[in-house]
């Protein structure tokens, strides 16, 4: 896998670039989007810092990469009544005029 790393997003890599790392990426605000990610990354935590929405994963960074979609919800907000095929990996804050809390979903079946 060609490493695609952009330091003014991730900030310079603090290790070697072979094995198993966890990484970090910025994701978007926004209710539904998408991720590349190494496959069979492990997704671990996420959080609001700065401003910005970040996702740690465990990562095999010889793996090709693949893209993951998500959905986010707010608290109170509307969700599809069957979330099968929706797993939740975690949640952030950030603060749009207000603190906003998201909880986030991993959509695995298309929808």
Not at 53 to 82: H, N
């Amino acid at each position: 896998m060609a490493i695609d790393w952009d330091e003014s997003v991730r900030g310079p890599m603090m290790s070697g670039a072979s094995g198993n790392r966890i990484w970090k990426y910025q994701m978007p605000v926004s209710e539904d989007f998408e991720l590349t990610l190494p496959k069979g990354a492990e997704i671990i935590r996420m959080a609001g810092e700065n401003g910005m929405l970040w996702l740690w994963a465990v990562v095999d960074t010889q793996a090709d990469c693949e893209v993951r979609r998500f959905k986010s919800y707010k608290a109170g907000g509307t969700m599809p009544d069957d979330l099968s095929g929706h797993s939740f990996v975690g949640m952030a804050h950030i603060y749009i005029q207000q603190e906003l809390m998201l909880y986030i979903f991993e959509v695995r079946n298309g929808d």
